[in-house]
T-cell receptor, first 113, second 114 residues
Framework: SQTIHQWPATLVQPVGSPLSLECTVE??????LYWYRQAAGRGLQLLFY??????ISSEVPQNLSASRPQDRQFILSSKKLLLSDSGFYLC????????????FGPGTRLTVT | GDSVTQMEGPVTLSEEACLTI???????????LFWYVQYPGEGLQLLLK?????DKGSNKGFEATYRKETTSFHLEKGSVQVSDSAVYFC?????????????FGRGTSLIVHP
């Protein structure tokens, strides 16, 4: 069965520091992968998605970047964190059985101080 | 672009009450429709799905019917439990620009009291 991992689970970082969040998927090949941010108001903001290795689409301009160095690995990065980058970051992959549902990881709680 | 609108929360109910969370969407073509549930501090979980008009998705006592004529996908449950307290997201997946793009509603918080 498929499994999605995210780490770290929680992170406290000072303003101006770099960021690297990692997401890996097991049990499927060439999945579409997604990064979301969820602020305190509960809504999901789609940040990036990838349909294959090295292919990244950005949904909103921001302080973050994403990379997909391997088929089942998706990384979210920043060179210098801002206070506004605080939030709950979720990685997801999309099912390939013709329904296009999403499966989410457990999330990373990021607090920028 | 596509959009999903769901009722504002929180929705507060007593145990065993009936639940309806309204969801309407705007999309071209024939999107797949979903309800996801999020418990505190966790990621979202797929609750139910429907892929074509008049399909009924169901899971754990929750149901929703894909109504293309009213572009709606309302979530219902006949008798809620305290353990159903969570945030519920209505969503769709639709083909755009060479890939399936998900669109989520803002979420509706459900609080069930004993």
């Amino acid at each position: 069965s498929q499994t999605i991992h995210q780490w770290p689970a929680t992170l406290v970082q000072p303003v101006g520091s770099p960021l690297s969040l990692e997401c890996t998927v097991e049990g499927t090949s060439n999945p579409n992968l997604y990064w979301y941010r969820q602020a305190a108001g509960r809504g999901l903001q789609l940040l990036f998605y990838s349909v294959g290795i090295g292919q990244i689409s950005s949904e909103v301009p921001q302080n973050l970047s994403a990379s997909r160095p391997q088929d089942r690995q998706f990384i979210l990065s920043s060179k210098k964190l801002l206070l506004s980058d605080s939030g709950f970051y979720l990685c997801a992959w999309m099912g390939t059985g013709g329904i296009y549902e999403q499966y989410f990881g457990p999330g990373t709680r990021l607090t920028v101080t | 672009g596509d959009s999903v609108t769901q009722m504002e929360g929180p929705v507060t109910l007593s145990e065993e009450a009936c639940l309806t969370i309204n969801c309407t969407y705007t999309a071209t073509g024939y999107p797949s429709l979903f309800w996801y549930v999020q418990y505190p501090g966790e990621g979202l979980q797929l609750l139910l799905k429907a892929t074509k008009a008049d399909d009924k998705g169901s899971n754990k006592g929750f149901e929703a019917t894909y109504r293309k004529e009213t572009t709606s996908f309302h979530l219902e449950k006949g008798s809620v439990q305290v353990s159903d307290s969570a945030v519920y997201f209505c969503a769709l997946s639709n083909w755009a620009g060479g890939s399936y793009i998900p669109t989520f509603g803002r979420g509706t918080s459900l609080i069930v009291h004993p």
